[in-house]
């Protein structure tokens, strides 16, 4: 018996880890190589790579630049490896990742083809109990969920899409052998971030590409192109600096701070000045960079919408056309922001068509396309860029089961509740690196990884010395968590409109923040206190 009454645990691994993806490789090098800790990867796909194993789809890239999205725990591989666009493409992410989970041997710690659909806490044992869907199980006393955030699509909404004779694709579930479009009639739909990066390479190959767009997004020319090799070099070089210049900085990428401190306060030629400047290969400094009052002010951020707006009306060439595809509903950046690469040219092109489904909305997909209310269309190749149950969505799959037998789907039925977006009350020893209420969709995800999987796994370590049987947090801590992150997501714009960050893109998901909106610095800064007072707010039982 041990201390705390239980039964001794016969338990068969200290940490099971769950997805091979930025969170999953890095956790499985730290804890197994560097802990030591007697660890199994479990792996729904047929290789490591997580997002970029999946998103295959034409035209996937990062919008965060190469010499930022990568790891910096290896001196080594960050040393080495080269890349060659400025912005990495699906296929170079996943290379790296590949190439890293080979030099650190990692593939040998993965159960791939893999998927857990049952997770249950054994109060008696201390323990987690993992199935897969073929009905293996295995025992682990700790488990990280590397899910990630974007890894579940949102259910399809169509019920004719069962009966449709054409191809369908999931941007999100790609074809690894690719798509032909070459003379087909092609239909996307969706003009999310997915969806933008898509829409223009497939009208290169299609013989007709009708986009279906329900809701239109701010999108700005992402600029991207070969990196300069000395440029690069300089950045190698650099490293420590770069990615220490980074972790202070608001999205954890090295961007300017903000060149004024409102939009209201300058001069229009002032204001169009700085927007100018970060149009073109800005990416997020279009937000992080030029006013700092965008994300507060309605007023303020009705300047960059408005300037968004000037700039497609410039690239599309047929004003009602233009007038569909400018949003607005909703204030810049408060969805996600997509960047593209000749976006709003492929409207100007002659086998590219729209529809717009808040004149004409979408009844069903039938046998041969889709009909809306105004018309039936037909398709050879249905692309469905739709999105995802973003974050709770991962990790509701996994079937968790906490203490007293309580569901993660019923104690997350009015949103989720975690202490820093990385730990659950009722759910000891699970740790989820960019979970429901982190700072996820405001950080340049690998190093924000990393910051998560260290504080994980010192936690662990951390449990392990004391001999605690179940490490989790407060229902205080948790209830201060959620209080604090609806109180700086109400203070921005963000909440006052319906997006995936509010779960409101997946019918009947409930309303709630699921990001931190404080920004990477502030959240660092959050977990270093946490954890130099001793992990407060978890209880070490
Ligand atoms: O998904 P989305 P996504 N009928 O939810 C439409 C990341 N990402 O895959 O807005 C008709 O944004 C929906 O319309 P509406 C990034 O974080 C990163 O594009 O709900 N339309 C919307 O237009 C991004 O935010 C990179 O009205 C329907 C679209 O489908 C996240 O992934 C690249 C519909 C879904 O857009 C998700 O982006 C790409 C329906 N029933 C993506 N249902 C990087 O560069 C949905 N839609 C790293």
Redesign the pocket.
Known sequence: MTDHGREAPTTDLDLAIIGAGFSGLYAMHKARDVMGLNVQGFEAGGGVGGTWYW?RYPG?????ESIYYSYSFDDEIAKKWRWSEKFAGQPEILAYLEHVADKLDLRRGFAFDTRIVSTVWNEAAGHWTLTSEDGASTTARFVIAGTGP?SIP?EN??PGLAHYTGEVHR??KWPHEGVDFAGKRVAV?????????AIPRIAEQAGTLTV????P?FAAPLDNGPLDPTELDDVIANYAQVRENSRNRFIGADYPLPEHPSALGVSDDERKRVYDKYYVGGGFRMITSTFGDLMFSAEANETVSEYLRERIRERVKDPKTAEILSPRNHFYAT??P??ETGYYEAYNRENVSLVD?RAT??EDITERGIRTTDAEYEFDVLVL????D?FTGPLLQLGLVGRDGVRLSDYWADGPHTYLGIAITGFPNLFMPMGPQSVC?HINNPPGIEDHVDFALRAIAAATERGTTALEPTIEATDQWNSYIWGIADSTLMTKV???YMGS?VPGKPRAPLFFAGGAVLYRAIFAQVEGNGFAGFAFD
């Open positions: 998103n996937a890239r990062c919008d965060i974007l949102k909404e169509f941007t999100g739909i969706g003009t999310g971030a997915t969806a933008i990066q279906f767009q329900r809701t997004n969805k996600r997509p960047f489904l909305p979408i860029a739709t999105g995802f973003a969709i319906e997006s995936w893109n």
